[in-house]
């Protein structure tokens, strides 16, 4: 079985953006018990994504590449609305690769950068933009946020 060990933190500043090309995301949430499932189209690729429940910062993952077309039908009739819409940027920091999402559409202003890791407690160095840690807090789950929007939270 696949894990996924992933740590999540709120990015201070916009200087990650000289040190990639970002990428446009678009993804949508299935209605699953127990199970984040999505499918996503990036550039030309569309894939299906199925993670389990987080505990603490692991949790099972599997992703499958699916036809465009399959995926654009389930954007449009099958997935809960609205859709999460971001631009991801990868990044390479000594020796470690990391992810930063900005937020569009209901998500706007939100952005964040996450690390996956290869054990669980594994060091590694912060980039100068890494903020507060937000692993554990839910709300910032992609699968959480087109349910939640960051833009109706009073308490950022």
């Not at 996956?116 to 912060?126: A, I, M, N, S, V």
Request: hydrophobic share 30%; charged share 30%.
């Amino acid at each position: 079985m696949a894990r996924e060990i992933e740590r999540k933190f709120l990015v201070t500043d916009r200087s990650y953006r000289s040190l990639a090309r970002g990428n446009y995301y678009k993804q949508g949430y299935f209605n699953c018990m127990g199970a984040g499932v999505r499918v996503r189209i990036a550039d030309n690729k569309a894939h299906l994504n199925i993670k389990g429940p987080t505990k603490g910062n692991e949790r099972a993952e599997f992703e499958y590449e699916i036809p465009m077309n399959d995926a654009e039908y389930m954007m449009e009739h099958l997935v809960q609305w609205p859709l999460i819409e971001k631009h991801r940027y990868i990044i390479d920091y000594k020796g470690f690769t990391w992810e930063v999402d900005e937020f569009h559409g209901e998500n706007e202003g939100l952005v964040v950068a996450e690390i996956e890791l290869d054990k669980t407690g594994q060091q590694f160095p912060k980039p100068p933009w890494i903020g507060k840690e937000v692993t554990e807090d839910p709300r910032y789950y992609n699968a959480n946020l087109f349910k939640n929007p960051y833009s109706g939270w009073t308490d950022r």
